[in-house]
């Protein structure tokens, strides 16, 4: 089945611990990103990447890492989260730049505390 | 620069009435725009889209959108609304060939009251 998979689905941690939240799609996309989802706000992109290797801020990076060392995979990484990065993040995936519908995970909710 | 506005945070229907979701964009170039569906505790899945061709685009479980250039708007139209459309709706605009940049309206949650 077509899907992009986050992990893990529920997180709470406590203000500095790092953390990396997984995303890993199977339909060969090109085009990984992420996205935070806060009420009243919509989605709004933190990073996103290309292909392997290539990657680009969105529109709220401070604060968040990304690596995209092979095509499937693009984890999100928080090197000292703090509670204003609350909140329900999405991976999507994109097959390429004229096929830009994007794929969805299911969503990680987190709260740090 | 890109963006999405979405008018009416909440829209509320009655069970087999019309449904009519706003969205308006601006785009420098011309536009891919989207319509996705979010139901609670779920991502957000593709309702329809329009790339190129015909401006009225049809897309899942009864829903579609027309595309007006010169008003620049993408609105999502329902004729008869079903208890089982009451989600969350976002517009969202790309730029067609021109890179992956996608832009998300802040979302239309839709009440259907029976």
């Known amino acids: 089945e077509a899907q992009v998979t986050q992990n893990p689905r529920y997180l709470i941690t406590v203000t500095g611990k790092k953390l990396t939240v997984t995303c890993s799609q199977n339909?060969?996309?090109?085009?990984m990103s992420w996205y935070r989802q806060d009420p009243g706000l919509g989605l709004r992109q933190i990073y996103y990447?290309?292909?392997?290797?290539?990657?680009d801020k969105g529109d709220v990076p401070e604060g968040y890492k990304v690596s995209r060392k092979e095509k499937r995979n693009f984890p999100l990484i928080l090197e000292s989260p703090s509670p204003n990065q609350t909140s329900l993040y999405f991976c999507?995936?994109?097959?390429?730049?004229?096929?830009?519908?994007?794929?969805f995970g299911q969503g990680t909710r987190l709260t740090v505390v | 620069a890109q963006s999405v506005t979405q008018l009416g945070s909440h829209v509320s229907v009655s069970e087999g009435a019309l449904v009519l979701l706003r969205c308006n964009y601006s785009?420098?170039?011309?536009?891919?725009l989207f319509w996705y569906v979010q139901y609670p505790n779920q991502g957000l899945q593709l309702l329809l889209k329009?790339?190129?061709?015909?401006?009225l685009v049809k897309g899942i479980n009864g829903f579609e959108a027309e595309f007006k250039k010169s008003e620049t708007s993408f609105h999502l139209t329902k004729p008869s609304a079903h208890m089982s459309d009451a989600a969350e709706y976002f517009c969202?605009?790309?730029?067609?060939?021109?890179?992956?940049?996608?832009?998300f309206g802040a979302g239309t949650r839709l009440f259907v009251k029976a």
């Open positions: 999507a995936s994109s097959l390429n730049r004229e096929n830009t519908e994007a794929f």
């Open positions: 990447s290309m292909n392997v290797e290539a990657t």
């Open positions: 969202a605009v790309s730029e067609v060939g021109g890179g992956f940049k996608t832009i």
């Open positions: 339909m060969n996309h090109e085009y």
């Open positions: 329009y790339t190129t061709g015909a401006t």
């Open positions: 785009s420098s170039v011309p536009p891919y």
